[in-house]
């Protein structure tokens, strides 16, 4: 296995909708199959569904858990990360990724948005937390793809 792939990390809502779903699905496919690494939190929702969009184009996934169980990691999980650290895990998560795109989301989405642009991390927002300065707004999966990987060190 390759795992010098670009890393991006997909983040967004632990329970989203089916359009959600397929949305992250999609980005996670189109990450993969231009060779990068899914980074994600590791659960349920947006973190799912890029995972398996990932491992469906023959990609691989990383999966930032915040609890003490490797089992607890989605089903698309390719190498968990067992932290302990609750929400305190998004600074690994967002420290180990050199791109984000935030997919609709929450406040865990909002603190790794924030902490992202802390750390001077590129992050595409689709259909996320409106108006954060330094985001790059986009209206498509393709589009948040390209930008992410447009804007690499």
Avoid at 32 to 46: F, K, M, T
Avoid at 75 to 82: A, D, G, Q, W, Y
Avoid at 114 to 135: E, R, S
Wanted: aromatic content about 6%; some cysteine; glycine content about 14%.
């Amino acid at each position: 296995m390759d795992f010098l792939g670009r890393r991006i990390g997909i983040i967004g809502a632990g329970l989203c909708n089916q359009e959600t779903y397929e949305l992250a699905r999609t980005i996670g496919g189109l990450v993969a199959a231009r060779g990068g690494l899914i980074y994600c939190g590791g659960l349920g929702g947006v973190m799912e569904a890029a995972c398996r969009g990932a491992r469906e184009a023959g990609g691989h996934t990383v999966g930032i858990l915040p609890g003490f169980k490797a089992s607890d990691a989605n089903e698309f999980v390719t190498i968990p990360v067992v932290t302990g650290l609750s929400h305190a895990r998004n600074v690994v998560l967002v420290r180990s990724c050199e791109a984000l795109i935030a997919v609709s989301g929450s406040h865990g989405t909002l603190s790794e948005i924030a902490l992202a642009l802390k750390m001077w991390k590129p992050v595409i927002g689709l259909n996320t937390w409106p108006d954060i300065q330094d985001v790059h707004y986009v209206s498509t999966a393709e589009d948040a793809v390209e930008k992410a990987f447009d804007l690499l060190p």
